[in-house]
């Protein structure tokens, strides 16, 4: 057998043991809790990730950055574990120490990332399991390889099981003609050092083992129920409100095509997190923790909500990450117990000034103890537009606060909730150069007519969005090429809460014309043109568009 030949099994062997292992890990992950291998490393690579490699992945790949990512991550691995294989074909002591690295990897992941609520031990048992597998599946490739990782300087001496005829100790049952074809084809044809042998039957039945392990482990992962199941979620029942959202005012949607809808249906919500699977807690084991800053620490399970005071409101959710002209907006009816009237229980002490929440994967959100307690509609919600909150946007519970962007506001899947001082804590966007603190910019979008759109000459309608949670939109202005700034006409208002539509009719003459935006909320707050990225607390400009009239 030629060196390269060899290398290539070692290589596929390499693989496979690898591939066992994060099979068996994934399985096990799936089984008991415990951070899964390659989602606890991507998830790490996340959180490591410099500021601007995020944004970028925010803004270019949307919500595909996850799959691209977890297949990244498998790919660097398999990469990984063929070399470590194939190195191993002249290196077998190398092989292994790769291998028990890619493990360790996992188990160092799922120890210094961010910590579900699982035990110590069973968050790195994944990593533990996969480290084991590979281990000993990289040194049965080995030894069918007829390679010993054991043997001194003599790396490259057969493993001598049995005795000093490894070769026929090892391939006991295959004195087959195409084995003695292969001893007897390859034996002169190597260099006197070359590993002896290769037991083919060996090797063909170890990496089948790994394989099958690999993909059973994997397939199993995926299709095992995690937590909660769909039904379960769907079957909950969301009582009343004690006081309902007053009825959407008729005129809030003008009668534009393209323009986005008043309520932003669920499915086709944005959604911003940083998490590669979304959670599936379990709302009978769930439970609130109220503590820090407070004379009573409060806990609450998903039944307490249900039976306390619930109140539902329309409020229009921003993302900070939303570009001038970007979708990371939407407007949902929400339904879910006062904030406020919680804080009032745990009666909250002196000096606090902030409020420390985390959710189920460990991330943490820090908001303004005012925007909480200062009358606005700040809830734990449990349902979003009629249905009990998806699993995307945070079920079983969510916060949700009018007026602050959601890395500041909105955490979804929580779990804690600590009064504190912002002195005593820096929250997981903080770290990431983003504000402290992030109250939502006055903005506004043109929905209609979309950039480069070709429209007929004579009397033309633009219409779109504005918004200035918790102030409210006064005024929304359009202003044609460069010519005077004129007044678009304004749907009707549902709250201060909630986005606006706005309708814009002009006379198009032919040629390119640019149509530009600009809101001014209740304060009397001109949206600036004063273009912003994004970090550290939201983008501002205007937005415009260009038509070309026929
Ligand atoms: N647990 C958790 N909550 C989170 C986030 C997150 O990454 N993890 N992202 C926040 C951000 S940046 C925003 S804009 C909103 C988005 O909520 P949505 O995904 O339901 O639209 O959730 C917030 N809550
Ligand atoms: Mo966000």
Known sequence: MTTMKRRALAGLGGVLAAGAGLGLGELTAALAGGTSPVVGVGTQLIDLA??????????????????????????????????????????????????????????????????????????????????????????????????????????????????????????????????????????????????????????????????????????????????????????????????????????????????????????????????????????????????????RELRLNFADLLNRRLIERDITLTCVSNEVGGPYVGNARWIGVPIAELLREAGVQGGADAVKSTSVDGLTIGTPLQALTDGRDAIFALGMNGEPLPFEHGFPVRMVVPGLYGYVSATKWIVDFEVTRFS??????????????????????????????????????????????HRGIAKVEVQVDNGDWQPATLAAEDTIDTWRQWTFRWNATPGNHKLTVRATDADGQVQTADRAAPRPNGSSGLHNTVVMVE
């Open 50 to 295: 410099p500021g601007p490699a995020k944004d970028w992945a925010v803004k270019n790949l949307g919500t595909a950055d996850k799959p691209i990512l977890i297949g990244t991550v498998l790919l660097a691995v398999m990469v990984f574990a063929f070399l470590a294989g194939a190195i191993g074909a002249s290196k077998p002591r190398i092989a292994v120490v790769m291998t028990v690295l890619l493990g360790l990897l996992a188990i160092l992941a799922a120890a210094t990332g961010r910590t579900l609520a699982t035990n110590g031990f069973v968050q790195v048992l994944p990593g533990i399991i996969t480290l084991l597998i590979a281990t000993i599946g990289i040194l049965l490739v080995l030894r069918a390889l007829h390679l010993n990782p054991f043997g001194g300087g003599g790396d490259r001496k057969a493993f001598a099981a049995g005795g000093s005829k490894p070769h026929q100790t090892l391939a006991t049952g295959s004195s087959t003609a195409e084995h003695a074809a292969e001893r007897s084809t390859e034996r002169p044809a190597e260099p006197a050092d070359a590993p002896a042998g290769f037991d083919r039957r060996r090797f063909l039945g170890t990496t089948m083992a790994l394989g099958v392990a690999g993909a059973g482990g994997l397939g199993a992962s995926l299709v095992l129920p995690e937590g909660v199941n769909e039904a379960t979620r769907r079957g909950i029942r969301i009582p009343a409100a004690a006081s309902r959202a007053r009825a959407v005012p008729a005129g809030v949607s003008v009668d534009v095509p393209g323009v986005s809808r008043f309520v932003t249906p669920n499915q086709s919500f944005y959604r911003v997190d940083t998490l590669l699977t979304v959670p599936k807690v379990d709302p009978r084991t769930w439970e609130l923790r109220i503590h820090g800053m407070v004379d």
């Open 424 to 469: 005593e804590f820096s929250a997981y966007w903080t770290d990431r150069g983003w504000s402290v603190e992030a109250p939502i910019k006055t903005s506004s979008r043109i929905d209609v007519p979309k950039g480069f759109a070709r429209i007929k000459a004579g009397p033309a309608v633009a219409a779109g969005v504005a918004w200035a949670q």
